[in-house]
């Protein structure tokens, strides 16, 4: 159990972009207040925005999947959203609401920590701390459009299953974010999926970040979609 707990606490620090280096403090957004006239109608179920973790036992299908409280970052994930959508769309001018039906974020840590619990079984704590925070291969963030009814269909004791990933998407199995976007505004809804892998260039992400990207392709596909098409 010592071992899954330092594995899990490695890899999660890689996730936020704390792991290895100088402390570096997390980016602001300077001009956030001029967005603060945009509504937001969260019509999220409560639990989104709370942490969870599915599960501790390695043979669950639930193992090392944990969904992100809001509270992880500053601004949240809808408050960050609200200010770039108040950039991209000078129409919200006349229609400053966004209903956010879901804005989620899940942690699969999965296949690396059952590496890593394998390993701890050969070396130990000991060997493990030597060996120091795990380097992932990086990538790219992945955005695709998703119907938002399929969100529905995974809640209970399914919802660890939206944090999952094809080989295609993240062939190295690293540790990633899955963040789904769902929201409604000026007349469309649109849903998103975005899977951020250990990400070039940002050796020390941090989750905001990830969040601004999967923000700014949430909005891109948004702007994209006429209202005939957009998420029903």
């Known amino acids: ?3 899954i707990k330092s594995f899990l606490a ?12 100088p402390a570096v403090p997390p980016p602001t957004f300077p001009g956030i207040e001029q967005s603060d006239k945009i509504t937001i109608e969260d019509l999220r179920p409560k639990s989104e925005s709370e942490k969870e973790i599915f599960s501790v036992l390695i ?22 959203l609200a200010h770039r959508a108040y950039e991209a769309f ?11 039906l879901h804005f989620v974020t899940y942690a699969n840590l999965q296949s690396h920590l059952r590496k890593g619990v394998a390993l701890g079984m050969l070396t130990g704590p000991i060997g493990v701390a030597l060996i120091g925070p ?9 955005t695709s459009p998703v119907d938002g009814a399929l ?19 993240n062939p190295s199995k690293s ?7 769902d929201t409604e505004m000026l007349g469309k809804r649109v849903a998103s999926r975005c899977l951020v892998p250990p990400v070039k260039d940002k050796p020390n992400l941090f989750l905001v970040e990830a969040f601004d990207m999967c923000i700014a392709n949430h909005l891109a596909l948004h702007r994209s979609v006429s209202p ?5």
């Open 151 to 169: 969100l529905e269909k995974t809640a209970g004791d399914e919802e660890h299953t939206r944090a999952y990933f094809t080989e295609q998407e």
């Open 134 to 142: 795990p380097k992932y291969p990086v990538s790219d963030v992945v």
């Open 90 to 100: 000078p129409e919200l001018a006349q229609q400053p609401k966004i209903k956010v």
């Open 10 to 21: 490695l890899a999660a620090l890689a996730l936020t972009g704390c792991a290895t280096g």
């Open 59 to 80: 043979t669950s299908s639930a193992y090392a999947i944990y969904r992100v409280a809001d509270g992880a970052t500053n601004p949240t994930g809808p408050r960050l």
């Open 175 to 181: 540790p990633v974010n899955v963040i789904y976007i």
């Open 228 to 232: 005939a098409t957009a998420a029903k």
């Open 1 to 3: 159990m010592r071992v």
